[in-house]
């Protein structure tokens, strides 16, 4: 909305000094202050009507320090990180560029997911929600869309290196190479570091690149469908999916801002991805309204983001990840959301084989997820959540040294 306002006066007026990279800077600037705003002002009303309406969370006895002290605390609160996300993108991001849009589609779509979830869970009383096969369904769905999308849609392209890059004030005058569609990502720690989804189906003829999708598409419906239950796991104490995931996000922003900068990403020798620098917009709105929804989430928590808000978080972190090629690089930095799903993988599997060869089922862990198992070795949630925390950050920095470390 506000875009097109600001870039007709830009060519109007020709603001000296004005260039593209500092109209993106101050679009991502105006976003996070917003979305801030935002969800600290909204934030604050909304959980007073989540109140009013007796929409508050049904906690099951699970013999943890002060759990019953949270029954009834407003659940739903992922509704303040939609909307606070949602507004300064309409505002402030180019509503026309493919990727904002798959964006704003996987945010309203896993929102409305996990909205259905919550509503079952406080309204129809049932504590196990939505039935697993429908939620697993709609991850599907979503992966296939944004795979498709991501494999067919004429504006994702990349561009070929450039021998000679011709700048001025940081504004691309003249830039040797072309854009081309191409299935490749990036390997991290490997000099060469270009994997391409089209050599896997190499088998099938001269002109493999066609074929790709059937591999592309399962790989993006894997990583949806595996973050988004990851956040989803991660949510289970006060602040703890909010804060990693602004850490993982704010890191993404730092990916997409060099991959979608054509000098950057010729220095740092990664993918030039033409329009993917108009996801910093969306990422800074998506950060800011997650800082903000934590102002409300911190220990003690007044309001619970619910599967509204962590279905969402992790779809969004997946499809972000994927479109600036960094998929590879999940594993490290969602490692909080992959040792919190591999403690209840590996605590399930492990119960069962045991139950079937000695009769009786066994634990690897205390409790699972693993953020339960520390809570029932006696740590306070706070200390947990801030070494959670502190793992995060130390992720996400190997994740960011992964961009000269080759």
């Known amino acids: 909305m506000l875009y097109y306002l ?5 060519k109007q007026y020709q603001f000296p000094g004005a260039t593209l990279f500092q109209f993106l800077t101050f679009r991502a600037a105006m976003a996070v202050l917003l979305s801030l705003v935002l969800a600290t002002t909204l934030g604050k009303r909304i959980i007073l009507l989540l109140r009013r309406k007796q929409i508050g969370e049904t906690v099951r006895d ?5 759990q019953q002290q949270k029954q009834g605390t407003p659940t739903m ?26 964006l704003i589609v996987t945010t309203l779509w896993m929102g409305i997911i996990g909205f259905i979830d919550d509503y079952i869970k406080i309204f129809r009383k049932n504590k196990d929600g939505l039935k697993g096969r429908f939620k697993i369904l709609g991850q599907v769905v979503l992966g296939l869309m944004v795979g498709a999308t991501l494999f067919f849609h004429p504006e994702v392209t990349m561009k070929e290196k450039n021998k000679t890059t011709i700048t001025e004030r940081f504004e691309v005058r003249d830039v040797e190479g072309k854009e081309l569609k191409s299935t490749k990502t990036n390997i991290p720690f490997f000099k060469n570091n270009e994997l391409d989804y089209g050599e896997v189906v190499s088998w099938f003829g001269a002109d493999p690149q066609k074929y790709a999708w059937l591999v592309f598409i399962p790989i993006v419906i894997f990583i949806v469908t595996a973050v988004s239950n990851g956040a989803n796991l991660t949510d289970g104490i006060d602040g703890l999916a909010a804060g990693t995931s602004a850490i993982i996000v704010l890191t993404l922003g730092i990916f997409a801002w060099v991959s979608g900068n054509i000098i950057f990403s010729n220095y740092l020798d990664i993918f030039y991805i033409p329009r993917a620098g108009e996801l910093v917009v969306f990422i800074s709105a998506f950060v800011g309204s997650l800082v903000g929804f934590l102002w ?6 007044q309001v619970f983001m619910g599967d509204t808000g962590s279905l969402t978080i992790g779809g969004v972190i997946a499809v972000i990840a994927i479109i600036v090629r960094k998929e590879l690089l999940i594993p490290i930095l969602c490692g909080i959301f992959f040792a919190e799903s591999l403690s209840v993988m590996m605590q399930v599997s492990y119960f069962k084989y045991t139950k079937k060869k000695y009769g009786e089922g066994r634990r690897i862990f205390l409790m699972s997820p693993l953020h339960h198992h520390y809570q029932k070795k006696g740590y306070h949630e706070s200390k947990i959540v801030t070494r959670f925390w502190i793992i995060g950050i130390l992720l996400a920095i190997v994740t960011i040294v992964t961009l000269k470390v080759r």
């Open 6 to 10: 600001f870039e007709y006066l830009e």
């Open 62 to 66: 699970l013999g943890l320090e002060g």
């Open 77 to 102: 609160g992922g509704i303040i990180i939609i909307m606070s996300t949602l507004v300064p993108v309409l505002l402030f991001a180019r509503l026309d560029n493919i990727y904002v849009i798959l």
């Open 296 to 301: 409300y989430n911190a220990y003690p928590a």
